[in-house]
C-alpha cells in the first residue's frame, strides 16, 4: 500500500507534464511522443497493464517445481526489461547536435554531481533501477551486492560508451556511471528478501516451457 501510495503520488505531481506529451501520443505521432522524456514515460505507464498480462501469461504456461512461484519468476523477467528498456531509451535519445558535435567524455569522479540537480541524480539513480532490483530474484548467480554493482556499472559503462561512439550529443561521464550501478545496488537491497539463494534455485537456468499441445501439470 505505502508503494501504490508512492506511485500515485508521484503520478499527481507529474501529472502536468506527461499528459503534455497526450495529444501527441494518442495521435500515433513519433515526433513529440516517443522523442521527448515525457512522451516515453507516458507510453511506459500506460503500457504496465500489458506488461502484467505478459508476466501472467508466462506464469500460466511456464513448469517449475511446486514449492517455487512461477508468477515471481515471470514478473522478475518481465520486470527487468520492461522497467529498464525506456530508461536506456531515455538515456540514448540525441541532443540537438546529434551528429555534428564529437563525443564529449568526463572522467573525473564527482565532478558533475554539482550540476546535475536533484532530478538528474535521481533520474541517473533509477535507470538500472528495475535490473538491479529483478535480476538477482531471477538469477542466483547475481544475488550478490558487489556482482548487482558490478552489473550495474557494465551495463551503464555500455549506455556511456554507446552515446560517445554514435555522437548524440551527449556527455559520457563517469558520474553517470557510478549514479547507475550505486541505484542498481540499492534497489537490488530492497529486494533482498526475495533474492535466488541455495541448492533451491538451481532450477531457475533449466526453467522450460510446455511444447505445443501440452497441458501444464499441476
Same mark, same amino acid.
Given at each position: 500500500?505505502?508503494?501504490?501510495?508512492?506511485?500515485?503520488?508521484?503520478?499527481?505531481?507529474?501529472?502536468?507534464?506527461?499528459?503534455?506529451?497526450?495529444?501527441?501520443?494518442?495521435?500515433?505521432?513519433?515526433?513529440?511522443?516517443?522523442?521527448?522524456?515525457?512522451?516515453?514515460?507516458?507510453?511506459?505507464?500506460?503500457?504496465?497493464?500489458?506488461? %502484467?498480462?505478459?508476466?501472467?501469461?508466462?506464469?500460466?504456461?511456464?513448469?517449475?517445481?511446486?514449492?517455487?512461484?512461477?508468477?515471481?519468476?515471470?514478473?522478475?523477467?518481465?520486470?527487468?526489461?520492461?522497467?529498464?528498456?525506456?530508461?536506456?531509451?531515455?538515456?540514448?535519445?540525441?541532443?540537438?547536435?546529434?551528429?555534428?558535435?564529437?563525443? &564529449?567524455?568526463?572522467?573525473?569522479?564527482?565532478?558533475?554531481?554539482?550540476?546535475?540537480?536533484?532530478?538528474?541524480?535521481? %533520474?541517473?539513480?533509477?535507470?538500472?533501477?528495475?535490473?538491479?532490483?529483478?535480476?538477482?530474484? &531471477?538469477?542466483?548467480?547475481?544475488?550478490?551486492?558487489?556482482?548487482?554493482?558490478?552489473?550495474?556499472?557494465?551495463?551503464?559503462?555500455? +549506455?556511456?560508451?554507446?552515446?560517445?561512439?554514435?555522437?548524440?550529443?551527449? +556527455?559520457?561521464?563517469?558520474?553517470?556511471?557510478?549514479?547507475?550501478?550505486?541505484?542498481?545496488?540499492?534497489?537490488?537491497?530492497?529486494?533482498?528478501?526475495?533474492?535466488?539463494?541455495?541448492?533451491?534455485?538451481?532450477?531457475?537456468?533449466?526453467?522450460?516451457?510446455?511444447?505445443?499441445?501440452?497441458?501444464?501439470?499441476?
Amino acid at each position: 500500500m505505502v508503494v501504490l501510495a508512492v506511485v500515485a503520488g508521484g503520478l499527481f505531481v507529474l501529472r502536468r507534464m506527461l499528459l503534455m506529451a497526450a495529444p501527441q501520443c494518442l495521435g500515433g505521432h513519433w515526433h513529440g511522443c516517443l522523442d521527448t522524456d515525457n512522451g516515453v514515460v507516458l507510453v511506459t505507464l500506460a503500457g504496465v497493464p500489458v506488461a %502484467g498480462l505478459v508476466a501472467w501469461l508466462l506464469a500460466r504456461v511456464r513448469r517449475v517445481p511446486a514449492d517455487v512461484s512461477a508468477w515471481r519468476l515471470s514478473l522478475a523477467e518481465v520486470g527487468m526489461v520492461y522497467g529498464t528498456v525506456p530508461m536506456v531509451w531515455l538515456t540514448m535519445m540525441p541532443g540537438p547536435a546529434a551528429g555534428l558535435v564529437d563525443g &564529449r567524455v568526463s572522467l573525473v569522479p564527482l565532478r558533475d554531481l554539482a550540476t546535475m540537480g536533484t532530478l538528474g541524480i535521481a %533520474g541517473n539513480l533509477v535507470i538500472f533501477a528495475a535490473l538491479g532490483f529483478f535480476a538477482p530474484t &531471477r538469477f542466483a548467480a547475481l544475488a550478490t551486492a558487489p556482482r548487482i554493482l558490478a552489473l550495474g556499472a557494465g551495463c551503464s559503462l555500455m +549506455v556511456e560508451i554507446g552515446q560517445y561512439v554514435l555522437r548524440l550529443d551527449r +556527455v559520457s561521464s563517469v558520474d553517470d556511471v557510478l549514479l547507475n550501478a550505486a541505484g542498481a545496488l540499492l534497489a537490488g537491497l530492497a529486494s533482498r528478501h526475495w533474492w535466488r539463494t541455495g541448492r533451491r534455485d538451481r532450477f531457475a537456468s533449466e526453467v522450460t516451457y510446455p511444447r505445443a499441445g501440452e497441458h501444464r501439470q499441476r
